[in-house]
């Protein structure tokens, strides 16, 4: 079955940088649009950069636009997040998702904590 495990996380300063990945199994990577989301304590969950199933459109939210970026490495099958110039409020456990396409299926990581602290 789809099994997504991210990795990465841990404790960074501000302005600092960070990169999480998302090894993905048992489906084919082009099937599925990826995406990662995030959820800070007390806050809902959000949707912090997506990439379509072709990886030639990718989407983010306004707050992490032009400091986080969204790719993928089919050969390896793994899908990141580079984080840069991050803040205190990027805090938050970070989730790994796969959708898949014809039939809007989703799948989960089991989250990878990111603290932003001096």
């Known amino acids: 079955q789809v099994q997504l495990v991210e990795s990465g996380g841990g404790l960074v300063q501000p302005g600092g940088s960070l990169r999480l990945s998302c090894a993905a199994s048992g489906y084919t990577f082009s099937t599925y649009a990826m995406s990662w989301y995030r959820q800070a304590p007390g806050k809902e969950r959000e949707l912090v950069a997506a990439l379509t199933s072709t990886g030639d459109s990718t989407n983010y939210a306004d707050s992490v636009k032009g400091r986080f970026t969204i790719s993928r490495d089919t050969a390896k099958n793994t899908v990141y997040l580079q984080m840069n110039s991050l803040k205190p409020e990027d805090t938050a456990v970070y989730y790994c998702?796969?959708?898949?396409?014809?039939?809007?299926?989703?799948?989960w990581g089991q989250g990878t904590q990111v603290t932003v602290s001096s």
């Open positions: 998702r796969a959708r898949r396409v014809m039939t809007g299926r989703l799948y």
